[in-house]
T-cell receptor, first 111, second 117 residues
Framework: QKEVEQDPGPLSVPEGAIVSLNCTYS??????FMWYRQYSRKGPELLMY????GNKEDGRFTAQVDKSSKYISLFIRDSQPSDSATYLC???????????FGTGTQLKVEL | GAVVSQHPSWVICKSGTSVKIECRSL??????MFWYRQFPKQSLMLMAT?????????EQGVEKDKFLINHASLTLSTLTVTSAHPEDSSFYIC?????????????FGEGSRLTVL
């Protein structure tokens, strides 16, 4: 079993839809969580960083962490074609430098 | 967010040659940088942790003589792929933490695509 599970997609939604992207993990030592957006042939771009359970909102993006269920989500409101990319979750344990990444979910927002 | 820059963004080389990729933190000092490798439609694989002024720490299965890492200053780390072969063709990405150690945000460079003929 992988430490981090993420559905690779592809996920196709119409413009304006609310998108829900999810990751589950098995390592209870993970304490902080990040979501990255990666366009084709580009490096990952940090979208959200969260350290505690609960919700964190930034513009159209909301990151949700449920440590008891070992489940994290990224919601994208009013999705745009420019949101079409691969979204990677990443997580780490306290005091360490390593991040464990999900495989990424490919999202396509269609006009 | 913090800016991490990589150069070159893409490179094509002949089998047997060596290729150097640079990673710079543009607006902050990074005592630690990380080098990742990514195959098509796969996630990021950590290759090594680059430490300023000391030897890099390599992940299991990564050949340190093959992938030479130098972190000579607080803003520059280099990855040299020595005697490159077609199987080394990949997307190499560096990253750095805004705050050294611990749990700070990790920022990535734009990536360098290596094609070995």
């Amino acid at each position: 079993q992988k430490e981090v599970e993420q559905d690779p997609g592809p996920l196709s939604v119409p413009e304006g839809a609310i998108v829900s992207l999810n990751c589950t993990y098995s390592n209870s030592a993970f304490q902080y969580f990040m979501w990255y957006r990666q366009y084709s042939r580009k490096g990952p771009e940090l979208l959200m960083y969260t350290y505690s359970s609960g919700n964190k909102e930034d513009g159209r993006f909301t990151a949700q962490v449920d440590k008891s269920s070992k489940y994290i989500s990224l919601f994208i409101r009013d999705s745009q074609p420019s949101d079409s990319a691969t979204y990677l979750c990443a997580m780490g344990a306290g005091g360490g430098n390593k991040l464990t990444f999900g495989t990424g979910t490919q999202l396509k927002v269609e006009l | 967010g913090a800016v991490v820059s990589q150069h070159p963004s893409w490179v094509i080389c002949k089998s047997g040659t060596s290729v150097k990729i640079e990673c710079r933190s543009l607006d902050f000092q990074a005592t630690t940088m990380f080098w990742y490798r990514q195959f098509p439609k796969q996630s990021l694989m950590l290759m090594a942790t680059s430490n300023e002024g000391s030897k890099a720490t390599y992940e299991q299965g990564v050949e340190k003589d093959k992938f030479l890492i130098n972190h000579a200053s607080l803003t520059l780390s280099t990855l040299t792929v020595t005697s490159a072969h077609p199987e080394d063709s990949s997307f190499y990405i560096c990253s750095a933490r805004l705050i050294a150690g611990g749990t700070g945000e990790l920022f990535f460079g734009e990536g360098s695509r290596l094609t070995v003929l």
